[in-house]
């Protein structure tokens, strides 16, 4: 029987008590969270290992170590991992400069695509199915542009746009900081925040957000362990733990 109380109902995560350890010790927590259903949720959090940890966390990449969580009724890492994408996470979905645009493309086609079924190189077509809704109005980067050529709010949106190809009920997105222009800081979350009208979207920054970008709620999450001793998380301990 759960013992979350019954906000959950009307929450897309609510957490308690939640901790995280590494072999050298604590990582993050004990934090408790209540994120609302639907919108763009930003966590204002330090940044460090522990806050990374805490997003791989909601999305089920990582199990906590301690406390209860629960992401849309589902309280164990397996099946949210099931229900939750992760996008623009350092070291998880992190591409090499001189990989091309249509390379990525037809990467995550043929992830999505059953096994039996030969998918060819993406097209035009594919580039607007998969990057439109998370680019709206913005253009779109060139099939054959190399990452290193886009801007940083390009690669971020691409990131978010491959990773969300399956439009699960949780989009997890990695620190808005990784724009650093202040105006692309702003369309950046502006973005984030139009996705929310089809899922719930979650994100974090170090930084003070603009009330007027459209996000439904901006948490303080309490000071967490900036990471001494601790080690960062790694795709394969993401792995590992996601599949358990």
């Not at 460090?48 to 940890?53: N, S, Y």
């Not at 099939?143 to 009920?169: F, G, K, M």
Request: net charge negative; glycine share 10%; aromatic share 4%.
């Amino acid at each position: 029987m759960s013992t979350l109380p019954d906000t959950a109902a009307s929450m897309a995560v609510v957490a308690r008590g939640i901790t995280k350890t590494g072999p050298w010790g604590p990582v993050y927590g004990p934090l408790d969270l209540d994120i609302p259903a639907g919108g763009l949720t930003i966590l204002r959090a330090e940044a460090g290992p522990g806050r990374t940890a805490l997003q791989m966390t909601l999305a089920g990449r990582m199990k906590p170590a301690s406390g209860t969580l629960d992401v849309f009724g589902r309280t164990t890492a397996k099946s949210i991992f099931r229900n939750a994408s992760l996008a623009a996470i350092a070291a998880l979905d992190d591409v090499y400069a001189s990989v091309r645009v249509v390379d990525l493309l037809t990467e995550q086609l043929r992830w999505d695509a059953p096994w039996y079924r030969l998918i060819g190189k993406a097209g035009r077509d594919d580039l607007e199915r998969i990057c439109r809704p998370v680019f709206g109005d913005l253009p779109l980067p060139a099939l054959d542009a190399y990452i290193e050529e886009i801007s940083e709010l390009d690669d971020l949106l691409l990131r978010v746009a491959l990773a969300n190809t399956r439009l699960r009920p949780l989009l997890v997105v990695g620190n808005i900081d990784q724009v650093t222009s202040d105006a692309n800081h702003g369309v950046l979350v502006r973005r984030l925040a139009e996705l929310g009208n089809r899922q719930t979207v979650v994100t974090t920054t170090v930084n003070p957000v603009d009330p007027g970008l459209g996000q439904r709620a901006v948490i303080e999450v309490p000071s967490m362990l900036d990471g001494d001793g601790a080690a960062a998380p790694t795709v394969e301990t993401a792995r590992i733990e996601g599949e358990q």
